[in-house]
């Protein structure tokens, strides 16, 4: 069974797995998922080795590197991009880039019970930090064996998200980040701000993208960007700040 090392930076996590499908069906994975803020560079490529010295391979034993390619932090988004690079320049590898959105809808799916059910889409709102959410809606087509965006990726204001037509989970932290200004997470028939980007998902993802063929060279990745702006202006964070005092204000009385 094919190995593939996947690598995720794009939050405030460093995610690195290493995983293959059982001739069962089920994955094998190796991971370390760990929250080091701005440290996922430092932390990055010890992770890998360690995963790799887990399952006691080589990196070159692997068939592809996987990597978080955003949307996310563009810090990250270049880190896990560079060692995916890197690693697979090395090894004379190919790789895949993950779309992170998707990444959400995978942890999902594939997380704790009930399952996800039939016709039943996910909508995606993760942080994007700048008083902005990252938002994407997915449906898992059985046939195909993988999920389609039957969308476009938007960033925007939490209370710009629209709900998807018919029954919808709601997975990622913007819930939980911006609370009742997420208005769909009302609506949704189950919210789970615990899915986020994790290198497990990217492995399934991998691993599936692997079998149809889906690799590209290593000289030809690069990150997603959905916005191509880093930061706010002095005056875009005065205006939020007092945005946020003028909300907590009338939460006082």
């Known amino acids: 069974m094919s190995w593939i090392l996947a690598v995720e930076t794009s939050t405030e ?79 004379g590898l190919p790789v895949i880039p993950v779309n992170v959105l998707r990444m959400c809808a995978e942890s999902a799916r594939s997380g704790t019970p009930p399952p996800l059910p039939a016709g039943t889409q996910v909508l995606v709102a993760l942080d994007a930090r700048m008083d902005e959410t990252y938002a994407a809606t997915f449906r898992w087509d059985a046939a195909a064996n993988e999920w389609a965006m039957p969308g476009p990726m ?7 998200v629209a709900r998807p037509d018919g029954d919808f989970w709601l997975v990622g932290n913007g819930a939980d980040v911006f609370g009742e200004r997420l208005g769909v997470a009302a609506q949704a028939a189950r919210v789970m701000p615990g899915a986020m980007p994790d290198a497990r998902a990217a492995v399934a993802i991998g691993l599936r993208a692997l079998a149809r063929g889906e690799i590209i060279d290593a000289a030809d990745a690069m990150p997603i960007y959905v916005r191509d702006k880093v930061a706010q202006t002095t005056v875009e964070r005065e205006a939020v700040a007092a945005a946020k005092a003028k909300a907590a204000a009338g939460e006082a009385a």
């Open 13 to 91: 996590w460093c995610s690195v797995a290493l995983g293959r499908a059982t001739t069962g069906g089920a994955l094998e994975c190796f991971s370390r998922h760990e929250h080091t803020g701005a440290r996922s560079s430092s932390r990055v490529l010890p992770a890998v080795a360690e995963v790799l010295a887990e399952a006691g391979i080589g990196l070159a034993d692997c068939a592809a590197i996987a990597f978080g390619a955003g949307p996310g932090s563009f810090t990250g988004l270049r880190t896990a991009c560079g060692v995916a690079q890197g690693l697979a320049f090395g090894a």
């Open 154 to 160: 938007r960033v925007g204001p939490p209370e710009s």
